[in-house]
C-alpha cells in the first residue's frame, strides 16, 4: 500500500525541505523511494531522519511541486527536522538503510515517534482530484502530453463538484505549472 504524504527533510545546514512522496509500509518499517536526482534522497543521506506528515491541506502537496514550500513549521519531538504544522499526524523516522538503484533508491526508515494532532475526516473527490493531478505534475517529463489531457478531463469531473477554495487554489496552482510545462516555460 502507497500512502500519499509530506516528507520533510534537512541538509547539513538546517535547511528544511518538503515533499510530496507516496511511502510504502512494511511490516514495522518505512519504506521511502525518492527518485534521482532527489534533495529528499541528499538530505536522508547527510542527516538519517525524516518526517512523515499526514496532511489533508492538498495545497501542500500542490504549493511543494509549484514552488510554493514556505509552509509553517515546529519542532519535532525527538529528532532534528521538524513537523510539518498543519500535519494531522506525524512519524519521526530514523534512516536504517538504503539500498541503492539508479533510478529510485530505497530508503529503508523506523519510527521513533509517531503522534495524532487532528482528527482526519476523509478526503473529498477534489482532495483526491488535487492529489492525482500533483502526481501528474511530478511526472509531467515521464508522461505523454495525450495521458496528461484525459487523466485531468476524468479528475475534473469530480473536482468541480466538490471543490472548496483551498482545492480551488491548489488546482490552480497545478494547471499553471502543466501549461507551463506545455509551452516550454522554465519554473
Same mark, same amino acid.
Given at each position: 500500500?502507497?500512502?500519499?504524504?509530506?516528507?520533510?527533510?534537512?541538509?547539513?545546514?538546517?535547511?528544511?525541505?518538503?515533499?510530496?512522496?507516496?511511502?510504502?509500509?512494511?511490516?514495522?518499517?518505512?519504506?521511502?523511494?525518492?527518485?534521482?536526482?532527489?534533495?529528499?534522497?541528499?538530505?536522508?543521506?547527510?542527516?538519517?531522519?525524516?518526517?512523515?506528515?499526514?496532511?489533508?491541506?492538498?495545497?501542500?502537496?500542490?504549493?511543494?511541486?509549484?514552488?510554493?514550500?514556505?509552509?509553517?513549521l515546529r519542532?519535532?519531538?525527538?529528532?532534528?527536522?521538524? %513537523? $510539518?504544522?498543519? @500535519?494531522?499526524?506525524? #512519524?519521526? &523516522?530514523?534512516? /536504517?538503510?538504503? *539500498?541503492?538503484?539508479?533510478?529510485?533508491?530505497?530508503?529503508?526508515?523506523?519510527?521513533?515517534?509517531?503522534?495524532?494532532?487532528?482528527?482526519?475526516?476523509?478526503?473529498?473527490?477534489?482532495?483526491?482530484? %488535487? $492529489?492525482?493531478? @500533483?502526481?501528474?505534475? #511530478?511526472? &509531467?517529463?515521464? /508522461?505523454?502530453? *495525450?495521458?496528461?489531457?484525459?487523466?485531468l478531463a476524468?479528475?475534473?469531473?469530480?473536482?468541480?463538484?466538490?471543490?472548496?477554495?483551498?482545492?480551488?487554489?491548489?488546482?490552480?496552482?497545478?494547471?499553471?505549472?502543466?501549461?507551463?510545462?506545455?509551452?516550454?516555460?522554465?519554473?
Amino acid at each position: 500500500m502507497i500512502q500519499e504524504t509530506i516528507v520533510s527533510t534537512h541538509n547539513a545546514d538546517g535547511i528544511v525541505h518538503l515533499a510530496p512522496m507516496g511511502i510504502h509500509q512494511h511490516e514495522d518499517k518505512i519504506i521511502i523511494l525518492p527518485f534521482r536526482p532527489s534533495t529528499t534522497l541528499d538530505n536522508l543521506r547527510d542527516s538519517h531522519v525524516a518526517v512523515i506528515n499526514y496532511c489533508d491541506d492538498v495545497r501542500v502537496f500542490a504549493g511543494c511541486l509549484t514552488g510554493r514550500r514556505n509552509w509553517p513549521l515546529r519542532d519535532a519531538e525527538k529528532i532534528s527536522t521538524p %513537523v $510539518l504544522a498543519c @500535519a494531522l499526524a506525524h #512519524s519521526e &523516522l530514523e534512516v /536504517l538503510d538504503i *539500498e541503492e538503484h539508479p533510478v529510485r533508491p530505497k530508503v529503508i526508515c523506523r519510527a521513533v515517534y509517531q503522534a495524532n494532532h487532528a482528527p482526519f475526516n476523509g478526503f473529498n473527490r477534489a482532495q483526491f482530484a %488535487v $492529489l492525482e493531478a @500533483a502526481i501528474l505534475v #511530478s511526472r &509531467l517529463s515521464m /508522461l505523454s502530453a *495525450e495521458k496528461i489531457a484525459s487523466e485531468l478531463a476524468y479528475l475534473r469531473i469530480g473536482f468541480e463538484k466538490t471543490a472548496g477554495e483551498r482545492e480551488c487554489e491548489a488546482w490552480a496552482w497545478l494547471m499553471t505549472a502543466i501549461e507551463d510545462f506545455s509551452s516550454g516555460v522554465k519554473s
